[in-house]
């Protein structure tokens, strides 16, 4: 069954279609206690959408920022104004290290493809810090295991993956939201992936697959070693590991775009350099929905 185009849209200036768009949110929310945001195309602006071969809306996955969903907001307007079904989850820090949880928060945020009759469209997941990342391997496992990879289209990294570090470690120390033996046993993970990492810049890669037969391997070595979908790195000029992992996935022969944006940091890419990311963001969305943007 098909559904009718932008049924629920996210509209400026129309009050009842937004409360329609959170009343089926809210509904969602209660069911699953998961808090997400899911918007369909503004209605209304045909000058500047993306137009796929098969005339269907593209469904972007924006995660990340740690709950923090005020940047993925104004983003996510973006997509919607071009044409995009835009699905937004922004996973609770503590999730960083126990990503173990996020398993079935990805099989509830995948499952709203069929459910919402969006399976013949293009998927595109935009990825923000490690939080974002860290959702990403799981999201493409789902994607295939319900006969949707050839949806996926491509991959965007702001900010993320990134080895592990001691930085990291701290961090867990800082973590008020973390207690008692969950703290001990983040440590142990962390510390664990930390020195598999080691290991592997030691030894080589051969390590590192021959250790996947025991342990997942972590996000950054997802990223790094897959050469499907296309992906988009933006990064700092600061941001050498990630400037690595992007290069490395490229010489794996995988079609890569590096973004370096050199008056901004870690987090404020697209708060600073609004303008130029937009502009990055749309051309490599026009390349994976092979889509000619009228002006």
């Given at each position: 069954m098909a559904r009718p185009k932008s049924a629920v849209a996210r509209s400026h200036g129309k009050r009842e279609t937004l409360d329609r768009s959170e009343t089926l949110e809210n509904i969602w929310e209660q069911k699953d206690e998961?808090?997400?945001?899911?918007?369909?195309p503004t209605p209304g602006?045909?000058?500047?959408?993306y137009?796929?071969?098969?005339?269907v809306e593209p469904v972007v996955y924006l995660l990340g920022w740690e709950g923090d969903d005020g940047d993925l907001s104004s983003l996510s307007e973006c997509y919607e104004e071009r044409g995009c079904v835009t699905i937004r989850y922004s996973p609770p820090k503590h999730l960083n290290t126990f990503r173990s949880k996020l398993q079935p928060i990805v099989q509830r945020l995948v499952g709203l493809i069929p459910e919402m009759c969006l399976t013949d469209s293009p998927i595109i997941i935009h990825c923000f810090g490690d939080s974002g990342t860290?959702?990403?391997?799981y999201i493409v496992q789902e994607v295939r295991d319900q006969g949707l990879s050839d949806s996926l289209r491509g991959a965007i990294f702001d900010n993320g993956p990134r080895p592990p570090t001691i930085k990291k470690l701290?961090?867990?120390l800082e973590d008020s939201s973390i207690k008692g033996q969950d703290r001990l046993f983040a440590l142990l993970l962390v510390l664990l992936e930390l020195g598999l990492f080691l290991l592997t810049m030691l030894v080589g890669s051969s390590?590192?697959?021959h250790i996947s037969r025991w342990f997942p391997p972590p996000p950054w070595q997802v990223v790094q070693e897959e050469e499907h979908p296309p992906a988009m790195f933006m990064y700092s000029a600061q941001d050498v590991d990630l400037e690595k992992i992007g290069f490395a996935r490229q010489n794996k022969g995988g079609i890569v775009i590096m973004n370096k944006y050199e008056n901004s940091d870690a987090q404020s890419h697209y708060t600073v350099s609004t303008e130029q990311y937009e502009d990055d963001v749309n051309?490599?969305?026009q390349l994976l929905t092979n889509s000619d943007e009228t002006e």
């Amino acid at each position: 069954m098909a559904r009718p185009k932008s049924a629920v849209a996210r509209s400026h200036g129309k009050r009842e279609t937004l409360d329609r768009s959170e009343t089926l949110e809210n509904i969602w929310e209660q069911k699953d206690e998961l808090e997400f945001h899911m918007r369909f195309p503004t209605p209304g602006i045909a000058e500047h959408i993306y137009k796929t071969k098969e005339d269907v809306e593209p469904v972007v996955y924006l995660l990340g920022w740690e709950g923090d969903d005020g940047d993925l907001s104004s983003l996510s307007e973006c997509y919607e104004e071009r044409g995009c079904v835009t699905i937004r989850y922004s996973p609770p820090k503590h999730l960083n290290t126990f990503r173990s949880k996020l398993q079935p928060i990805v099989q509830r945020l995948v499952g709203l493809i069929p459910e919402m009759c969006l399976t013949d469209s293009p998927i595109i997941i935009h990825c923000f810090g490690d939080s974002g990342t860290n959702l990403y391997p799981y999201i493409v496992q789902e994607v295939r295991d319900q006969g949707l990879s050839d949806s996926l289209r491509g991959a965007i990294f702001d900010n993320g993956p990134r080895p592990p570090t001691i930085k990291k470690l701290v961090g867990i120390l800082e973590d008020s939201s973390i207690k008692g033996q969950d703290r001990l046993f983040a440590l142990l993970l962390v510390l664990l992936e930390l020195g598999l990492f080691l290991l592997t810049m030691l030894v080589g890669s051969s390590f590192a697959a021959h250790i996947s037969r025991w342990f997942p391997p972590p996000p950054w070595q997802v990223v790094q070693e897959e050469e499907h979908p296309p992906a988009m790195f933006m990064y700092s000029a600061q941001d050498v590991d990630l400037e690595k992992i992007g290069f490395a996935r490229q010489n794996k022969g995988g079609i890569v775009i590096m973004n370096k944006y050199e008056n901004s940091d870690a987090q404020s890419h697209y708060t600073v350099s609004t303008e130029q990311y937009e502009d990055d963001v749309n051309k490599f969305v026009q390349l994976l929905t092979n889509s000619d943007e009228t002006e």
